[in-house]
């Protein structure tokens, strides 16, 4: 029976092949933590994610062996597909962001790493900048893997240029937070369907944290074509 140390070396060792990558593991105290499908509270929550391009390939593998291409959502349904059976080989409760009851995914990447909210509303990563996410996690009954210690760095607080607010050309990024409709309502304009629709949120990309993890553009333009953008 493995320990709880080396089921994280397993769940590692089973998403590598789809690109995947535990983001880190969460842990709460007793009674504190989401619920696991048995009804008891989780001890600790191992997050499931990319970093950069990781799991792009993959998941173009597997769209393109699907009839319907996936449907209408297929990274969540391609996450769904890579990582409950991952959850139930390890007797896990598995979570997505996508499935209700919504998980505060952000606060446990919070209290994982110690990440922090960059202004267009992205966790910062001090290695993958902007270009990183959250598919999934697993709900364990008990503490496994090794504690780390979250990093603790202030990056965009450090950061002196701060590109990122007077790149956007809806001026949707500022001190005090992003404004979600004026983004929306640049990105069904002819510049920003030109613009950011096609390359990318400008202000994301202006970063220059963990540029070298930039998405591909293929991918790119499918995170900004999921949108769901109001009527122009």
């Known amino acids: ?31 504190d933590g989401p619920h696991l499908t048995e009804g008891k509270a989780a001890q600790c929550v191992v997050l499931i994610g990319n970093a950069g391009g990781s799991m792009w390939f993959a998941f ?31 007797g896990a409760t598995a979570y997505f962001p996508s499935e209700p009851p919504y998980q505060p995914f952000q606060q ?29 996690a697993l709900g364990f009954a008990i503490p496994i893997g090794v504690a780390e210690l979250p990093v603790a760095a202030d990056i965009c607080g450090d950061c002196r240029e701060k590109p990122c607010l007077s790149t956007c050309p809806a001026m949707a990024v500022g001190q005090d937070g992003f404004d979600v409709v004026r983004c929306r309502d640049h990105l ?24 070298r993890y930039r998405y591909p553009e293929e991918q790119i333009r499918f995170h900004m074509k999921a949108l769901d953008l109001p009527s122009g």
């Open 188 to 211: 069904v304009t002819i510049a920003g369907q030109a613009g950011c629709m096609t390359a990318g949120c400008l202000a994301r990309a202006a970063c220059p944290v963990g540029r």
């Open 1 to 31: 029976m493995s320990g709880p140390d080396e089921i994280a070396a397993r769940i590692a060792e089973a998403l590598s092949p789809h690109g995947l990558h535990l983001r880190g593991i969460a842990r709460f105290p007793l009674g």
């Open 60 to 90: 173009c593998q597997w769209r393109s062996g699907q009839p319907d291409g996936g449907g209408r959502d297929p990274l969540d349904r391609w996450s769904k597909a890579i990582i409950s059976p991952i959850a139930t080989e390890f």
């Open 108 to 136: 446990w990447a919070v209290k994982a790493q110690g990440l922090r909210t960059s202004p267009i509303g992205i966790l910062i990563h001090p290695v993958f900048g902007l270009w990183h996410g959250y598919r999934g």
